[in-house]
């Protein structure tokens, strides 16, 4: 039986009001605590700041501090319902505080203490979930102590493969792939993994107006003890996880995905292109003088204000250049320490250097 409202006055009415307002505050702080969003690492709300003489060091015991890590978010987590009942019950006032009610929604956290007891073992953690994946791939390097030792050591180097924050944190060394999850670390040991590429997926920034596109990849082992597990990074960080793998990444679907800054700004160029219209020739389309391969696609006019309006001048040229081109030679004429201001910037033609905008380019029909 869930807890009933006290009886409402109007007087109740407002701390209605006022506890509907506060829980919808509650729920937002509480949704970006536990996915932290950059604002909340700036400020050190995070579990990894308010916690870190308890989590130690992870460059010096890197399972170690994850295992704290964690338990500890998995305590955390679990106080979210209590503290939302008690502060509805004790300071808005708007349901009974009863025991019953109390120790429901503290059920979870109850158990989440007695799961951490467990993982702790005495402080051996050889209960932890990470600890036991660590022993299955005991053969490599003796216990699942030494298992870990030989981690932390190649996690200190510099040279290893770190992508992301503290949950979905990718870490790549000479031997091991380490996934940290919000409460499961994984881990794969190099020579007993095999990686292919499973899909993208694409989010636009709303700053650069540029798709950032990700690539999920399987980590599949033979290894019965150890999971499989998936990976997401950014594109443009592909190369660099090439570069430290030491097996192939396997593409056997065939994904497409962009690698560099100018390849995903030429597919947001193509798509404000696309905005803009055709312009219909009777003329035949011959190839890209740049590239001299692919049609002559693109037309230079001006669309985005009067004639002898504004910097962007009419250009007379006739199709000389393809879409790929084009992007290309309006990027190198950006800033390239500001890339969130290409799509709004300007280049001179290629060919008669007047000056155009992106809203000025048209697809070539014919």
């Known amino acids: 039986m869930l807890p009933q409202p006290v009886g409402i006055s109007h007087q109740g009415h407002t701390m209605v009001s006022e506890f509907a307002l506060a829980s919808i505050v509650y729920f937002l702080v509480v949704l970006g605590f536990v996915f932290p969003p950059p604002e909340f690492y700036g400020i050190g709300l995070t579990i990894e700041s308010m916690f870190r003489r308890a989590l130690g060091d992870e460059a010096m015991h890197f399972t170690e501090y994850h295992m704290r890590l964690t338990t500890v978010r998995l305590l955390v987590h679990c106080c979210i319902l209590p503290t939302y009942y008690l502060s509805a019950a004790v300071l808005f006032e708007v349901v009974e505080l009863r025991l019953s009610y109390l120790l429901l929604s503290s059920t979870p956290l109850l158990l989440s203490f007695l799961v951490s007891l467990y993982w702790h073992a005495g402080g051996t953690w050889k209960n932890h979930p990470l600890a036991k994946t660590l022993a299955s791939h005991a053969s490599h390097a003796g216990t699942w102590v030494s298992v870990s030792d030989a981690l932390a050591t190649e996690f200190r180097r510099v040279d290893k493969f770190v992508h992301g924050k503290t949950w979905g944190k990718i870490v790549v060394t000479d031997n091991w792939i380490v996934r940290c999850g919000l409460y499961v670390i994984n881990t794969a040991y190099q020579p007993d993994v095999h990686m292919s590429i499973q899909s993208t997926d694409e989010h636009l920034d709303p700053e650069t107006r540029l798709t950032s596109q990700f690539i999920n990849i399987n980590v599949s082992s033979i290894n019965p003890g150890a999971a499989d597990f998936r990976i997401r990074l950014n594109a443009t960080d592909y190369n660099d996880l090439c570069n430290k793998v030491s097996g192939p990444i396997l593409n056997v679907r065939n994904v497409v995905f962009h690698q560099t800054l100018t390849e995903r700004f030429e597919e947001a160029f193509k798509e404000e292109v696309t905005q803009n219209g055709l312009f219909v020739t009777d003329r035949e389309i011959q190839e890209c003088i740049g590239c001299l391969y692919a049609p002559s696609d693109v037309k230079i006019s001006k669309l985005c204000d009067d004639l002898n309006t504004g910097d962007c001048k009419h ?25 969130e201001r290409w799509l709004s910037g300007k280049a001179p033609c290629p060919t008669c250097r007047s000056k155009f905008c992106m809203r000025d380019v048209q697809f070539v029909s014919s």
């Open 315 to 339: 250009c007379l040229c006739r199709p000389m250049w393809c879409m790929r081109c084009m992007a290309k030679w309006f990027a190198n004429r950006q800033d390239q320490s500001t890339p």
